[in-house]
């Protein structure tokens, strides 16, 4: 009698993500009901595009053309819009938690109510943006323009703002606990309504006016850096005797 032989059934290959170069690629992935998780759109165009409530976690948008699309409400988690083009897009709403946005340029472009918690800003440029009542908990905007874009309210606890430009931004009602604010460019901006306990304002660029404001509400010390609220805005203050012609 012949012993019984095992057959081993070879693992099930991963299925290669789906290729979408053009706004018609991807409607027809829609109404064919593809699978868009982890989509590769690199170098895709889809300019002006409606997609609202579309499903794309994890997908590339590396380098893509998205100017004046429309992803409201949508969920990408995890996508990757390192260097794209955004300007003017709109993603009100959308869940975009873990998101790759360095080197991005996204002037104009509308991330209000949208979760963007732990995403990354690194180098990117959104100017004239709309952050407006967003939740930023633990992003990277380092090295980031924002010049005169919306942050009205919004959450930024214990972002990394290092050396990003907040020249002349709205920052009414924001809460900036124990953000890390090292060379931040703040001068022109509203600081109204700033909740700032554990902030790092070590080295940023500030007016007069709005050093002394802060220093009446500073408290705290951060958690990564180990510095006190109240000296790192201190330690920015120049003796009057010693103080420079210039906007810095």
Sequence with gaps: MLGSQSVTTPPSERPEPLRIETT??????????????GADL????????????????????????????SMKNADLRLAVFRRAELERGNFTAADLRGANFAQA????????????????????????AS?????????????????????????LQRANLTNASLMSCNLTGADLRQAVLVGTTLQGSNLTS?????????????????RAFLLDIASGINETTGRETIETLRSGSSPKSKKKFGLF
């Design 24 to 37: 018609r690629d991807l409607l027809d992935a829609i109404r064919n009901k593809h699978s868009l998780l």
């Design 42 to 69: 690199e170098n895709a165009t889809l300019s002006r595009g409606l997609f609202d409530r579309i499903q794309m976690p994890k997908a590339s948008f590396h380098k893509a053309n998205l100017r004046g699309i």
């Design 105 to 128: 340029m996204g002037d104009y472009c509308v991330l209000t109510q949208c979760k963007l918690d732990k995403c990354s800003f690194q180098t990117s440029r959104f100017t004239n």
């Design 131 to 155: 952050f407006k009542q967003t939740s930023l908990i633990a992003a990277s905007l380092a090295e980031g323009n924002f010049f005169e874009s919306d942050f009205e309210g919004s959450v």
């Design 194 to 210: 700033l909740q700032i306990e554990g902030a790092d304002f070590t080295e940023a660029k500030l007016s007069d006016d709005q």
